[in-house]
């Protein structure tokens, strides 16, 4: 079956420093890989996607690259707000199957002024 | 355009009673999935619509957990007889492809 395993949390970075916040995957057949955000009170938000190996997903200053050879989508900013404290999940999807997607458990961002 | 509507956005009912939630999709969209999110945890896969396909039922937890979908559009997510374990939040989705997904706001369910 598939799996994604994402980094516990929470993350807690003070504005401006480097995120990264790790996920690893296992599929049967070829995944799309997504990473959704959830705010306080909202539901998810498509944050960004990649559907083949060694695309990079990007969207608000954030990246993912598709790493097929480690299964792994990592989420990195540059420099992150006190407006990106979120919970953020990592998902896949393969194809020619079910399309029900696989979520991590979710990992809490906190930046702090 | 408009997103994903849920209602209510706030449910407070007594153990034992039936409750139904409502989700609206984006129009045009023929999957709708159900989610519940417990406090703190990650999201729970309930049940998946596609277009006029029989429903996966497969992560509803137990009989008492229905839903339906009437004319490909609107779903309704009916736990008959609640307990104090089915408190969450309830999220549902939809998608056009099958691959993104577009969340609604949630039902926040509470069970006294």
């Known amino acids: 079956g598939n799996s994604v395993t994402q980094m516990e949390g929470p993350v807690t970075l003070s504005e401006e420093a480097f995120l990264t916040i790790n996920c690893t995957y296992t599929a049967t057949g070829y995944p799309s890989l997504f990473w959704y955000v959830q705010y306080p009170g909202e539901g998810l938000q498509l944050l960004l996607k990649?559907?083949?190996?060694?695309d990079k997903g990007s969207n608000k200053g954030f990246e993912a690259t598709y790493r097929k050879e480690t299964t792994s989508f990592h989420l990195e900013k540059g420099s992150v707000q006190v407006s990106d404290s979120a919970v953020y999940f990592c998902?896949?999807?393969?194809?020619?199957?079910?399309?029900?997607?696989?979520f991590g458990r979710g990992t809490s961002l906190i930046v702090h002024p | 355009g408009a997103g994903v509507s849920q209602s209510p956005s706030n449910k407070v009912t007594e153990k034992g009673k039936d409750v139904e939630l409502r989700c609206d999709p984006i129009?045009?969209?023929?999957?709708l999935y159900w989610y519940r999110q417990s406090l703190g945890q990650g999201l729970e896969f309930l049940i998946y619509?596609?277009?006029?396909?029989?429903?996966?039922k497969s992560g509803l937890p137990s009989d008492r957990f229905s839903a339906e979908r009437t004319g490909g559009s609107v779903s309704t997510l009916t736990i008959q007889r609640t307990q104090q374990e089915d408190s969450a939040v309830y999220l549902c989705?939809?998608?056009?492809?099958?691959?993104?997904?577009?969340f609604g706001p949630g039902t926040r369910l509470t069970v006294t």
């Open positions: 990649a559907t083949k190996a060694d």
């Open positions: 998902a896949l999807i393969t194809s020619g199957g079910s399309y029900i997607p696989t």
């Open positions: 989705a939809s998608s056009s492809r099958g691959y993104e997904q577009y």
């Open positions: 129009s045009g969209h023929t999957a």
């Open positions: 619509f596609q277009g006029n396909s029989a429903p996966d």
